[in-house]
């Protein structure tokens, strides 16, 4: 893999589902894997095979349709999830184990009343019998964001010896600020023995709404991985968000990474998420919101239809938004009213423009949005035609 090229991990099916009342049956989850893998994901972890038959099935019957993406199983390090995971990856061209465990200090003692030196050997147990079923074994350290550093660097160290190809380092609970989150990366890039054998992969969650700048901070500080969900949705406040990595990444040339996604996907992928799951998306979402790339200020509207880069840094049609969206309200201007007015069918002079937004004016403080029926309207009673 190109030093440049960043992994992109979905793990729409996994936990991005663990949203309460959100949950996919099978067909579901098929048809959005198929569009995963068109995407141009690298991973798709489609499940946590072992809690329940309809995810072992949902494992079995994604790893039979995708024909570029890896097929990622979730673990416990537990040899019951393991080995079951590693039955329904069996039809996968290129299976990915998922297995790990908690290391702060707060799982350590309050989750496993165990020990730091016991954690490390559940660890390499669980990494050990995962590589005996597949080659590629990724290993989570779960809480991984309040964990001491250099016992953090022992687990990874440890691990890789063992034979995981991906180190997870999570912020589970989305408590690190990005400075934090980079410098955690940048310390195990340099104090892990074998750290080239392995990639580093970032799963950051958006508690304190962080988690696309932690994901950033980790990969220029030399994760190669980002691990996310569409429309960012996940367990709590939601996982990093696949769109808004991606367009970073592509918006910042000079960051030098790049992604095998094919953007002009992204829109409506995400509706198709958001429909099976039955989220609805804010509309003020990054990238895939309602209304990422519409304008209702009149200063705003003038600038766009002048010229769109001046209040827009992404060309629509690059996510798979056919154009900007001119939207009038009370707060539009002339320049706004002319060019809808004009989509509709009316060439309006400046003095005709000059009557109708006049109309136009009095008709908009009663509503919330004037739409194409209702300039007709507004055009009808202004009497500027016949």
Do not use: W
Request: proline fraction near 3%; include cysteine; charge should be negative.
């Amino acid at each position: 893999m190109s030093n440049t090229q960043i992994q992109i991990f979905d793990t729409t099916l996994r936990d991005g589902e663990q949203v309460p009342g959100c949950k996919l049956n099978t067909p579901q989850k098929v048809i959005i894997a198929k569009q995963l893998d068109l995407l141009g994901v690298d991973i798709i972890e489609a499940g946590f095979p072992v809690s329940s038959p309809g995810d072992f099935k949902s494992v079995e019957e994604i790893s039979k349709i995708v024909k570029n993406a890896t097929v990622c199983g979730l673990t416990r390090s537990v040899e019951n999830d393991i080995k079951v995971a590693a039955e329904a990856l069996k039809y996968a061209r290129k299976p990915r184990i998922h297995t790990g465990i908690g290391t702060s200090d707060s799982h350590i003692i309050h989750k496993f009343k165990s020990n730091k030196d016991a954690i490390i050997e559940r660890a390499v147990r669980a990494v050990s019998y995962a590589k005996s079923f597949v080659e590629d074994v990724e290993f989570y350290a779960e809480d991984a964001g309040r964990t001491d550093n250099e016992y953090l660097a022992r687990v990874c160290e440890a691990v890789i010896k063992a034979g995981a190809t991906v180190l997870n380092i999570p912020d589970t609970t989305g408590y690190c600020l990005p400075h934090e989150y980079g410098a955690k990366i940048k310390y195990l890039k340099e104090n892990v023995k074998g750290i080239d054998k392995a990639i580093i992969s970032c799963h950051c969650h958006n508690d304190l709404g962080l988690a696309t700048a932690n994901s950033i901070e980790g990969i220029i500080n030399g994760a190669r991985q980002i691990e996310c969900t569409i429309n960012g949705i996940g367990e709590r406040a939601g996982n990093t968000a696949l769109e808004e990595v991606v367009m970073i990444m592509k918006q910042h040339p000079y960051l030098n990474l790049d992604t095998n996604i094919d953007t002009k996907m992204l829109f409506g992928i995400s509706q198709l998420v958001s429909e099976s799951m039955g989220i609805y998306t804010q509309p003020n979402k990054a990238i895939v919101g309602a209304n990422a790339f519409a304008h209702s200020s009149g200063i705003h509207q003038d600038g766009v239809i002048k010229n769109r880069e001046t209040y827009e840094i992404i060309d629509p049609k690059d996510v798979g938004v056919n154009e900007s969206a001119i939207v009038l309200t009370a707060r539009s201007g002339r320049a706004a009213l002319a060019y809808r007015a004009k989509k509709v069918g009316y060439e309006l002079t400046k003095l005709e423009l000059d009557v109708v937004y006049a109309g136009f004016l009095k008709f908009a403080d009663n509503k919330k949005e004037v739409i194409d029926s209702d300039i007709h309207e507004i055009v009808k009673i202004s009497k500027i035609y016949n």
